[in-house]
């Protein structure tokens, strides 16, 4: 799969009792490593996707990225920051946190 700075992805991360997956958003690329670095958002209600209070940003293995997401509708609130968020208009299929 190829990888574009800006795209999201679902990130696996094993745990010892399951995987948990995660939507992120690429953000860059060691080019050393040639690990990738995403931002993760968390999802909320309605299945809306936001950024956590603190950003979550972490290298992660190209291994690890398990689906590129179609673009995501970008949805406004009018004065929480719980109420805005990113909607993907697609079924993820997993239990993404």
């Known amino acids: 799969m190829e990888l574009k700075v800006g795209c999201f992805y679902v990130v696996k991360f094993n745990t010892k009792k399951a995987p948990v997956f995660y939507v992120g958003k690429m953000i860059g690329e060691d ?7 995403m931002e993760f958002y968390r999802r909320g209600q309605d299945n809306r996707f ?6 979550d940003q ?13 673009e995501p509708t970008r949805l406004s609130g009018s ?7 990113l909607r993907f ?9």
């Open 50 to 55: 936001r950024l956590p209070e603190r950003p």
């Open 58 to 70: 972490n290298y992660v293995s190209k291994d690890d990225i398990h689906v590129k997401l179609p």
């Open 89 to 97: 208009e697609i079924e993820l299929g997993m239990d993404v946190k």
């Open 31 to 37: 080019e050393i490593s040639e690990d990738i670095l």
């Open 79 to 85: 004065r929480s920051r719980n109420e805005s968020g």
